[in-house]
């Protein structure tokens, strides 16, 4: 969630999506009775070592990464939402298989991840990917677009959807006239040798299939050299936030177009993130981040001193005091015109809490195990929630096509 050094708000959503899902299903008596959902939060940083360092301090305390081992102090532990990237979401896959511990992805696209063989504990609130490379490539043919190029990130994802796309593009009588790799830590000069064949290239249409972390740059870049009157389309992973993208790579965006996920209401959230307070939320980080870039604050204490607030361009932060309240003019930096992701997040949730549900009102002698088993409450194993963690409310629909405006 954070980008350099900065909350990214559109991303914090999707974990207040989680947040508020858990809340709406404690406060329901009638929904998992006498249980009382809770979670801890790790920001992976968009960092593979941080993913795998996060998903063995839930399994085994944070005192205590060790593969398999389960601190009797722990607190129990249903399985594990995300992640966000398909790159960061395959090693905690493997981590979580063997030890049968479930993890539900409320994003991750690559379609190998259904693969029950290599990851036998994986599930998703989403679609693969193979959906939306065909789509990808129909979009062409629907437009006439028959001479394209393609940006594709850096790692398995971006790598065999390009093939994927390229492939149907070809065989439906188009031409890829490049394939260029794109990732978040790109040298300055790799980045300008990808700028140096867009600009090379006459090309109008650019297909883009990377998340938007690793294409900001590329962005910027391009507007810098003014290589501009391409028309983009994005993939799923592409999300469009004001939160991440500076007004330079809003000119270029202008006008693209991109697939989006299916979303749908959720009821409250927005009563919900009224009702934000840093005081309400002290062990939640992300709250006092999100409090100073909202407010344009800086919380007391910070490094340990009481020293003046930081000066900002031209004038002096005023320090933050816990009690501003958000309102629907504040409200506006969640973006909540498209919950995708955030949906998806609420939705994993869910799938938790009716895999435990089922497993509380199981009927000895029909249950989901052998010979009809069900399983003691108080002693549920990771591996049997699992089993029940498909839902048929769960269900994914297809991607819609969105056109972004600056």
């Not at 009638?30 to 809770?38: A, M, Q």
């Not at 299916?262 to 005081?279: K, R, V, W």
Request: glycine content about 8%; hydrophobic content about 40%; aromatic content about 12%.
């Amino acid at each position: 969630m954070l980008l350099s050094f900065r909350l990214v708000i559109r991303y914090y959503r999707d974990v207040l999506g989680m947040v508020y899902a858990i809340e709406e299903i404690n406060q329901t008596p009638s929904f998992l009775p006498n249980i009382t959902l809770g979670f801890q939060i790790f920001d992976s940083c968009l960092s593979e070592v941080r993913a795998i360092r996060g998903t063995l301090e839930l399994l085994s305390g944070r005192n205590s990464l060790i593969p398999g081992y389960r601190s009797p102090h722990h607190p129990a532990l249903a399985g594990i939402i995300g992640e966000t990237m398909s790159s960061l979401t395959v090693p905690m896959a493997r981590i979580m298989g063997p030890l049968h511990y479930p993890q539900v992805s409320h994003s991750a696209l690559l379609s190998i991840l259904s693969d029950k063989h290599q990851f036998p504990s994986f599930l998703r609130t989403v679609p693969g990917s193979t959906i939306q490379n065909i789509a990808l490539a129909q979009l062409m043919g629907h437009f006439g677009w028959t001479w394209v190029g393609m940006i594709v990130s850096d790692d398995e994802l971006g790598l065999q959807g390009g093939q994927h796309v390229k492939k149907v593009i070809e065989e439906n009588g188009g031409c890829v006239a490049f394939m260029e790799k794109i990732h978040l830590r790109y040298s300055k000069e790799k980045v300008l040798q990808v700028v140096d064949v867009i600009q090379t290239h006459s090309v109008k249409v650019i297909i883009v299939q990377s998340a938007e972390a690793y294409v900001k740059v590329l962005l910027e870049t391009l507007y810098a050299y003014n290589v501009t009157g391409k028309i983009w389309v994005f993939s799923a992973y592409f999300v469009i936030s004001p939160g991440i993208f500076a007004d330079q790579a809003w000119k270029i965006l202008n006008g693209s177009l991109g697939l989006t996920l299916y979303t749908d209401n959720m009821p409250g959230l927005e009563d919900f993130l009224y009702a934000l307070q840093p005081s309400v939320n002290s062990d939640d980080i992300f709250t006092k981040l999100l409090w100073e870039q909202i407010f344009k604050c800086q919380w007391p204490h910070t490094n340990g001193s009481d020293t003046t607030p930081t000066v900002g361009k031209g004038e002096q932060l005023a320090y933050c005091s816990g009690i501003e309240s958000l309102d629907k003019k504040t409200l506006s930096v969640f973006e909540l015109s498209d919950l995708s992701y955030t949906y998806q997040s609420y939705l994993a949730v869910y799938a938790f809490a009716h895999a435990l549900n089922s497993l509380m009102s199981c009927t000895p002698g029909q249950g989901p195990f052998n010979n009809g088993f069900c399983v003691d409450i108080s002693g549920i194993q990771p591996w049997q929630v699992g089993k029940e963690s498909t839902h048929p409310t769960l269900v994914t629909r297809f991607m819609y096509l969105k056109q972004f405006r600056a």
